[in-house]
């Protein structure tokens, strides 16, 4: 099905566009007052993610909404752990947890390779749903998590501000970390190869605890297994967003994708100029800029786009929306870049 805005797909492999496209991480969620809507109709964040007709509504709620230049599939990236044998819940006003968490070769044991498909199908359906309401208008946008951050919790059991025990597994068992990084690496080719034969158009990776790792770990632990999932995946265009990993620039360079993704702590022009002219840069106006007056958010906008321009971009902020932002402020951001000339 020809994709009648196709510009984010045109953007990423540098192709001309004739105005920069916009969309937002986290833009299937908590800011929409539909999206509450939806979510109150089920008994939690997990039911809405597993349940495909549902997913698919709250997927396109931003698309009719706020205007934004794609979709991304509603879901979660703690839905690899759960496929490979490792549940997990969703606590209110906590976040995610593990009841089980992986610390020896016994737990690695109980776990398998998911194969996508099967054992994500919910997802799969949710994809297939939307790509058919959707209708072409937009292209769908399908992700996962980096296996570094999906270590994090497997080993963490939560969310943390240090992941402590996940890093001194790196240290203390080097071999069974390569090995359980190796099995959520191959679970995640598989997912990603069965989103993008559902009709996902372009994938994203997001390493969101990339920027707790120190540069050397983070190459052998982390981007050494990014960069397998880059070479394995080549029937779309992808996009890496590494959260805090300011100091892996220059080596994301190097991946087999088509952009990069900047949080709002990286410099627009230091960044270019360590990651070339080759790569999009996607983002990365700050979150917390989107609680100014309407006036200060299309100012942010605007100079964030000064820094951008003239090089290969895709407008984003630079992490997920936060869900206390107001909508209308939203929309402000997303037509000073429809109208950025």
């Known amino acids: 099905m020809q994709i009648q805005n196709d510009l984010l797909l045109r953007a990423a492999k540098g192709e001309k566009v004739e105005r920069t496209p916009v969309w937002l991480m986290r833009q299937a969620g908590r800011i929409l007052p539909e999206y509450r809507a939806v979510r109150e109709s089920v008994s939690g964040f997990i039911e809405l993610a597993q349940t495909p007709e549902l997913a698919s509504e709250v997927t396109i709620q931003p698309v009719d909404l706020l205007g934004v230049d ?15 044998g490792l549940p997990y819940e969703m606590v209110e006003k906590r976040g995610p947890w593990f009841p089980e968490t992986v610390s020896s070769e016994s737990d690695l044991k109980k776990l398998k390779i998911a194969d996508g498909a099967n054992d994500l199908s919910y997802v799969i359906k949710a994809i297939e749903i939307t790509k058919k309401e959707l209708a072409g208008r937009v292209p769908l946008i399908g992700f996962a998590g980096a296996p570094w951050t999906i270590f994090a919790y497997m080993v963490e059991g939560s969310g943390s501000k240090t992941f402590s025990k ?27 190869k069965a989103q993008i034969v559902a009709g996902a158009d372009l994938i994203q990776l997001f390493d969101s605890w990339a920027g707790i790792l120190g540069p050397d770990q983070y190459e052998e632990y982390s981007l050494k297994y990014i960069s397998q999932i880059c070479d394995a995946i080549n029937e779309v265009p992808k996009t890496v967003f590494a959260k805090g990993a300011f100091f892996a620039r220059e080596a994301m360079s190097q991946l087999n994708c088509e952009t990069i993704g900047l949080d ?10 360590m990651i070339g002219d080759g790569k999009t840069l996607q983002g ?58």
């Open 70 to 84: 794609a979709a991304i599939i509603f879901s979660d990236i703690l839905v690899i752990p759960e496929a490979m």
């Open 166 to 192: 996940a890093r001194a597994m790196l240290y203390t068992e080097p071999k069974l970390s390569h090995q359980l990084l190796q099995m959520i690496t191959d679970s995640t080719i598989n997912y990603l």
């Open 264 to 273: 709002w702590n990286m410099g627009i022009a230091e960044s270019r100029k």
């Open 284 to 341: 990365n106006l700050d979150p917390a800029a989107l609680y100014g007056t309407p006036e200060q958010v299309a100012a942010a906008t605007k100079k964030m786009m000064d820094q951008f321009k003239g090089g290969r971009h895709i407008a984003n902020l630079g992490h997920g929306v936060y869900p206390d932002i107001d909508p209308e402020k939203v929309k402000v951001f997303i037509e000073t870049v429809k109208n950025y000339k």
